[in-house]
Nanobody, 127 residues
Framework: QVQLVESGGGLVQAGDSLKLSCAAS????????MGWFRQAPGKEREFVVA???????YYADSVKGRFTISRENAKNTMYLQMNSLNADDTAVYYC?????????????????????WGQGTQVTVSS
């Protein structure tokens, strides 16, 4: 069982930066692939970025160059550094974990590969 808790969301202005964290309660965090998804009001959940157990990353085009994913296995924590935020980034951000047996980088944008989800943290960007 994996429990995920996001933190770091808030209200910022366009152009600002924000860093999200996802703390995982699992012994073998380093063996899980991790991802960030987001859901804006009235829209479907969308993929943001993923990171493999070895540190390989895959970004959605909409955030490439602005967002950076990282993980600190010793702390069972994943991060999302978000720069140059704009109103389109307003959403609830969810972190997700995928077992090694079910995840592959080329498919990392598909939510169905992730078996564990956090409750989400709200990010609001005012323009």
């Amino acid at each position: 069982q994996v429990q995920l808790v996001e933190s770091g969301g808030g209200l910022v202005q366009a152009g600002d930066s924000l860093k999200l964290s996802c703390a995982a309660s699992v012994r073998t965090f380093s063996s899980y692939a991790m991802g960030w998804f987001r859901q804006a009001p009235g829209k479907e959940r969308e993929f943001v970025v993923a990171i493999s157990w070895s540190g390989r990353t895959y970004y959605a085009d909409s955030v490439k160059g602005r967002f950076t994913i990282s993980r600190e296995n010793a702390k069972n924590t994943m991060y999302l550094q978000m720069n140059s935020l704009n109103a389109d980034d307003t959403a609830v951000y969810y972190c997700a974990a995928a077992a090694r047996s079910t995840w592959y980088l080329e498919g990392s944008a598909h939510a169905r590969l992730y078996g564990y989800w956090g409750q989400g943290t709200q990010v609001t960007v005012s323009s």
